[in-house]
């Protein structure tokens, strides 16, 4: 027979508990953890049986953390934490040249760069196994906190996360966002200002997307009105695509535009003021001491420091 310790600290149980309290929504859920929603339900009385307090109350249709559902969701947080730092601690003993090594790439960024990285890595120590994973923002923050991934590939400065205490970051690249489009009376600026930007439909990420969200920022930041979106794709390939036949208007940024000028037919204009931004490395502290990470990350350094980010990505276009 399980002990209470047993019921509340089993991986299912605080899984079930950290999705609930991430929506609360029991049907969003359930669809997430790939289960019914009868059976969270269940998982999650049966945890508040084990603590012997309600950890969620409704408030009409909106479900809401109590007391101790906030105690619990502080102390998930925590043991995670510990799991991270011991795991860390014992791989830090490990070798530089074997295990596993797993990425998380934001789907919108401009990834040629770092394939060829990969394949570069790969040749110089065939004993490490490089696990690749396009994702969402949320998706990649989750699995940088339970300790899925070992670095993420991502924009910076990211608002969504409130607590950076556990996390660094190491930059890669300085972005712009382009303006782009089929506007011959605005063929000849290199610079535009954002109100000339909206006389067009526009097509761009999904609404809680990086980009989308540092778009309509920038906008609302110069007090013009944020463009009128028809379209929402998740990848700039399928966002020049749609442009291309609708003769909408797109931003994207500088890396993409780099590695694919021969697929670019339409106008490039910076912003006025320009929509800057970084792409960064985002990992767990102490990452960085493990041997096969700090080791990847020194050998990108001089991959880098022998041809620098932008001119390998027009060389790839060139070769292509």
Known sequence: MKTK????????????????????????AA???????????Q????????VEAPLFYSVGKKLRLSDAGRTM???????YELLNQATDEIQQTTSATQGKISIGLLASIEDRVLEDFAIHYYKENPEIELSFHMLTRKEIWERLETNQIDLAVMYLPDDSIKNWKPYK??????????????????????KIKYKD????????????????????????????DIPNIVAHFTTPNQILRFARSTQSYMALPNSFVQAHQEDIDSYVASFDPA??????????????????????????????????????????????
């Open 43 to 50: 998982q999650i009385k049966k945890l508040e049986r084990s």
């Open 169 to 190: 970051s190491k930059k890669i690249l300085n972005e712009d966002l382009l303006f782009l489009h089929h506007n011959d009376k605005l063929a000849k600026r290199k």
């Open 5 to 28: 310790q047993e019921n509340i600290f089993s991986s299912k149980t605080l899984t079930y508990f950290l999705q609930l309290a991430e929506t609360m929504n029991y049907t969003q």
């Open 275 to 320: 929509i800057r931004f970084d792409l960064a490395f985002v990992f767990r502290k102490d990452k960085d001491q493990i041997p096969r990470i700090a080791n990847f990350l020194n050998s990108f350094d001089d991959y880098i420091a022998a041809q620098d980010y932008i001119s390998r990505l027009k060389e790839t276009t060139e070769t292509d």
């Open 197 to 224: 930007t909206i006389d067009n439909n526009w097509v761009t990420y999904p609404e809680r997307y990086y980009l989308n969200s540092l778009i309509n920022e920038s906008y609302k930041n110069q007090m013009v």
């Open 73 to 79: 969701l502080q102390t998930t947080h925590e043991i």
């Open 31 to 41: 669809q997430l953890l790939g289960i019914t929603q009868p059976a969270l339900t």
